[in-house]
Nanobody, 124 residues
Framework: QVQLVESGGGLVQAGGSLRLSCAASGRTFSSAAMGWFRQAPGKEREFVAAIGGTGGMLYAAGSVKGRFTISRDNAKNTVYLQMNSLKPEDTAVYYC?????????????????WGQGTQVTVSS
């Protein structure tokens, strides 16, 4: 059974940093695409960043590019999201996702596996 478990969320002041982790179990995702999404109250889940099976990366245009960095440790079957210069508008539940293919996509429906989410709250 595949499981994705996020950790690292919490409360931080604006301008601060957090590092989210997503540990996968049940299968190896070293050659698969993995991504981060977020959902704020009353809003749809949105793409944040993804890393492909060959190491390519994609970030959401505008909102997080330059502040967030996605990376992966295949030996640990884990993907990370380093978030710097956090803003109150980054407040959301952050979800890790994985898919069975190596190519990066931003559509939530194309990811087969999801974590339970971790809350990130940025105070002003």
């Amino acid at each position: 059974q595949v499981q994705l478990v996020e950790s690292g969320g919490g409360l931080v002041q604006a301008g601060g940093s957090l590092r989210l982790s997503c540990a996968a179990s049940g299968r190896t995702f070293s050659s698969a695409a993995m991504g981060w999404f977020r959902q704020a109250p009353g809003k749809e889940r949105e793409f944040v960043a993804a890393i492909g099976g060959t190491g390519g990366m994609l970030y959401a245009a505008g909102s997080v590019k330059g502040r967030f960095t996605i990376s992966r440790d295949n030996a640990k079957n884990t993907v990370y999201l380093q978030m710097n210069s956090l803003k109150p508008e980054d407040t959301a539940v952050y979800y890790c996702a994985a898919r069975d293919r190596s190519s990066i996509v931003t559509n939530t429906q194309l990811y087969e596996y999801w974590g339970q989410g971790t809350q990130v709250t940025v105070s002003s």
